[in-house]
């Protein structure tokens, strides 16, 4: 049972690994994973738990209008700057957060790469556009979603995207 548990927590890791590398969760770190125990006592963990650092949240409609119109900009925001929680110890002997997209263009490591591929094979822009479009931009007084918020979060996850199928097609 432990090593069943093991195995799907790997497996689980490597998932939220590349979900978090594309929506931009750059928070996901040991306190951040939910487990649900049954009636029985039966553990498993929590599908999507704790994404409140992701998409840029915290950038105004005006930054992100700005963003927009340089596809550098996007670009950097999409994947070059990006840093998640997990560190790697560097030349200068101190501690950095890694960015993802380097970590998965160079992993050797089989689950990073399977969770990958399984990724890149399920993921539709389309779909996730759809969602993204059906949120209301008002509801009743208060602004819930501006259309260039979900411009913004549609594109960045579009440029995201291709990075990971080039990343998997180089593997």
Known sequence: MILLISRIAK??????????????????????WGITIDKSGEATLV????????????????????????PEAMSEDAYKTTRCVYKYKGLDNESHRINPFDFISNTKISECIAALE??????CIDDISKMINA?????????????????????????????????????
């Open 47 to 70: 599908p999507v738990y704790d994404n409140g650092n992701a998409f840029f949240n915290k950038r105004s409609i005006a930054q992100m209008e700005k963003r927009l119109a340089n």
């Open 118 to 123: 399984q990724f890149v094979s399920k993921a």
């Open 11 to 32: 497996e689980r890791f490597w998932d939220m690994f590349i979900i978090d590398a594309f929506i931009g969760n750059n928070d996901r770190n040991n306190g951040n």
């Open 135 to 171: 949120i209301p931009e008002h509801y009743e007084a208060l602004s819930v979603m501006p259309n260039v918020q979900k411009t913004f979060y549609i594109k960045l996850m579009e440029i995201r995207l291709d990075k990971l199928a080039s990343i998997l097609k180089g593997l």
